[in-house]
């Protein structure tokens, strides 16, 4: 494809199931990165992988969430027991290599009932 | 810890009018800063970075080491300019020099015809 593709774009769910969101980066980028919107806020750095490997998850607010990309390609972002504050846009990125620019995705919305 | 602030969530100016938009930002090292663009129901794009030292839709940024600052300029700003903007730093604190974002709160620019 021609850029980063989320899906699915948008994602209701009521409190205490799990979700989970992928990312399909653009083929042959090494690095990629989600990233939390909440609203009326900026992105905020959940979690990066360098191909496979799962190099910084710093971000991740809780134990209830999740990521992997098990084969450098594409990611899954998955959260479990979600929670109201776990509603936000999930931005996912993908770029080339370190200090190359990155390109985000349409991000999905997700909303917690 | 590494911080960009955007002072102004809201900017509004007339077609044609010089436009800055603020982005100040806290980082002990050697920051790499960008400015991002989110047009009406559009992804998050890069605009322009401090490195690259180009001038993107007549855009322009200088990066001031002395007051922590990276303003973006137009001097004569035009309708399609109306979008979300967000600054952003990638720094390499630990030794950690992949790219992560750190954004601001963003800023709505509204050009009025």
């Known amino acids: 494809g021609a850029g980063v593709s989320q899906s699915p774009r948008y994602k209701v769910a009521k409190r205490g199931q799990d979700v989970a969101l992928r990312c399909d980066p653009i083929?042959?980028?090494?690095?990629l990165f989600w990233y939390q919107q909440a609203l009326g806020q900026g992105p905020e750095f959940l979690t990066y992988?360098?191909?496979?490997?799962?190099?910084?998850k710093s971000g991740l607010p809780s134990d209830r969430f999740f990521a992997e990309r098990p084969e450098g390609s594409v990611s899954t972002l998955k959260i479990q027991r979600t929670q109201q504050e776990d509603s936000a846009v999930y931005l996912c990125?993908?770029?080339?290599?370190?200090?190359?620019?990155?390109?985000f995705g349409d991000g999905t919305r997700l909303s917690i009932l | 810890a590494q911080r960009v602030t955007q002072p102004e969530k809201l900017l509004s100016v007339f077609k044609g009018a010089p436009v800055e938009l603020k982005c100040n930002y806290s980082?002990?090292?050697?920051?790499?800063l960008f400015w991002y663009v989110q047009y009406s129901r559009q992804r998050l794009q890069l605009l322009l970075r401090?490195?690259s030292r180009e001038s993107i839709k007549g855009f322009t940024a200088d990066l001031n080491k002395g007051e922590t600052s990276f303003h973006l300029k137009k001097p004569f700003a035009q309708e399609e300019d109306s979008a979300m903007y967000y600054c952003?730093?990638?720094?390499?604190?630990?030794?950690?020099?992949?790219?992560?974002?750190?954004f601001g709160q963003g800023t709505i620019l509204t050009v009025h015809p």
């Open positions: 952003a730093l990638s720094g390499n604190a630990g030794g950690t020099s992949y790219g992560k974002l750190t």
């Open positions: 980082y002990s090292g050697s920051p790499e």
């Open positions: 083929s042959g980028h090494v690095s």
């Open positions: 992988f360098q191909n496979e490997a799962q190099l910084d």
């Open positions: 401090h490195i």
């Open positions: 990125a993908s770029s080339l290599g370190q200090g190359q620019p990155q390109h």
